[in-house]
């Protein structure tokens, strides 16, 4: 059981090139999100989705896109990278059932934008 | 959402209960208490959660204020590999029920 999966681990990308984070699930899961994180701080919500073909903006939605296509995946695009966008990104899934439920994350997408 | 306060870092002998606080002051009613803690270089990974009673699992337990203003994780052994930074998180039972994270707590474990 992989749980969630991440695609790719490090990317080195130029200002103004364009790429796709991809979070995969095999749990099932209805609601799936996408953080980041900088150095030395908490992770902040980028965009979530509560189910297939549903996305919503989180805190720091300016300069990504996201799609849900199919239950199990979650994209994350960044049309044209920018420096502020070197960080850690985390996709989790949950199951339904509120604030009742655990949230389970991938290993994290180190990018870095030159 | 409701914020959390947490130390910025705490220190522990190994094989010695840690104690880990969290304020929350303007909790509600319906928010559940959370704690995730990441290990370096990996994802956060779900600790324990509750409401309003204590808690136990294989990790660790959660001590709840009766006001629920304030929350404690217990570790009851820490060993090294519990050297991470842990999250309180307050989840609102919205339909998102987001999780929110702060800064967290540094858990430093040393022989």
């Known amino acids: 059981n992989a749980g969630v999966t991440q695609t790719p681990k490090f990317r080195v990308l130029k200002t103004g090139q364009s790429m796709t984070l991809l979070c995969a699930q095999d749990m099932n899961h209805e609601y799936m999100y996408w953080y980041r994180q900088d150095p030395g701080m908490g992770l902040r919500l980028i965009h979530y989705?509560?189910?297939?073909?549903?996305?919503a903006k989180g805190e720091v939605p300016d300069g990504y896109n996201v799609s849900r296509l199919k239950k199990q995946n979650f994209l994350l695009g960044l049309e044209s990278a920018a420096p502020s966008q070197t960080s850690v990104y985390f996709c989790?899934?949950?199951?339904?059932?509120?604030?009742?439920?655990?949230?389970?994350f991938g290993q994290g997408t180190r990018l870095t934008v030159v | 959402d409701a914020k959390t306060t947490q130390p910025n870092s705490m220190e522990s002998n190994e094989e010695e209960p840690v104690h880990l606080p969290c304020n929350h002051s303007t909790i509600s009613g319906t928010d559940y208490i959370h704690w995730y803690r990441q290990l370096p270089s990996q994802g956060p990974e779900y600790v324990i959660h509750?409401?309003?009673s204590n808690v136990n699992n294989r990790m660790a337990s959660l001590a709840i204020a009766e006001d629920r203003k304030s929350s404690t994780l217990i570790l009851h052994r820490a060993t090294l590999r519990d050297a991470a930074v842990y999250y309180c998180i307050l989840r609102d039972h919205g339909t998102a029920s987001k999780l929110t994270f702060g800064t967290g707590t540094r858990l430093q474990v040393t022989l």
């Open positions: 989705s509560v189910g297939e073909g549903t996305t």
């Open positions: 989790a899934s949950r199951p339904p059932g509120g604030s009742n439920t655990e949230a389970f």
């Open positions: 509750g409401l309003t």
